[in-house]
């Protein structure tokens, strides 16, 4: 069955530096998204990318983070300066359409440790 | 705005035995409800939705959910677990007016005794 793969599984970085969290999403689907999970809370919506371009996205996804799709099969997301409250599990996830009608597949997510 | 509560944080059972898995969203508009379950070392993997239609969906390894409007719950049950069944749950919504975000729980562990 198809997947969505995420690289690296854990990533640790020093407080102000750039960060790119990679996947692959399944490969006929057309819509990506962005999660993150702070350890203890809720799993909170980032973003949402369709057509080369971001379709939504929350209060949280500010200037820091970017998200790009650089060729056709990643999916990126990029935190350009980062902060300890980053410190979280990143998911990615992907659909063949939009709407709750088509279901979000997630990968394994990417533990993200900002020190 | 959507939120949604998962009252237990942690959920043991022994095998065999049923276990109801709770949650209570709010929201001031139609929803759409979801069940996750995430294994070890795995992604986030559907397993049940409601859309609408009938209160009771069943989805995948057994479990059910039952939508209840009147008292804002999707409950997940399971009349009985599994060692297998040991995974994190996540609750979700979505709602007719926030396109595809997903507003989630954060989380019950269930773990399985044997």
Redesign the interface.
């Given at each position: 069955e198809p997947?969505?793969t995420?690289t690296p599984?854990h990533q640790v970085t020093q407080m102000g530096q750039e960060v790119i969290l990679r996947c692959v999403p399944i490969s006929n689907h057309l819509?990506f998204?962005w999660?993150r999970?702070i350890l203890?809370?809720?799993?909170?919506?980032l973003v949402?990318f369709y057509n080369n371009e971001i379709?939504?996205k929350?209060e949280i996804f500010d200037d820091q983070f970017s998200v790009e799709r650089p060729d056709g099969s990643n999916f990126t997301l990029k935190i350009r300066s980062t902060k300890l409250e980053d410190s979280a599990m990143y998911?990615c996830?992907s659909?063949e359409a939009?709407?709750?009608?088509d279901?979000?597949?997630?990968?394994?997510?990417t533990r993200l440790t900002v020190l | 705005a959507q939120s949604?509560t998962q009252l237990d944080s942690q959920v043991p059972v022994f095998e065999e035995a049923p276990v109801e898995l709770r949650c209570n969203y709010s929201s001031s508009v139609s929803v759409?409800l979801f069940w996750?379950v995430q294994y070890p070392?795995?992604?986030?993997?559907?397993l049940l939705?409601y859309?609408s239609g009938s209160t009771l969906v069943k989805g995948i390894n057994g479990f059910e959910a039952e939508f209840n409007k009147s008292q804002t719950s999707f409950h997940l049950r399971k009349p009985s677990v599994h060692i297998s069944d040991t995974a994190e749950y996540?609750c979700?919504v979505?709602a007719s007016n926030t396109?595809?975000?997903?507003?989630?729980?954060?989380?019950t562990s269930l773990t399985v005794i044997p």
């Open positions: 997947e969505v995420q599984s819509y998204y999660y999970q203890g809370q809720k799993v909170e919506f949402s379709s939504e929350s998911f996830a659909s939009s709407g709750v009608l279901t979000q597949y997630f990968g394994p997510g | 949604v759409y996750y070392n795995q992604g986030l993997q559907l939705k859309l996540f979700a979505s396109g595809n975000q997903f507003y989630f729980g954060t989380g």
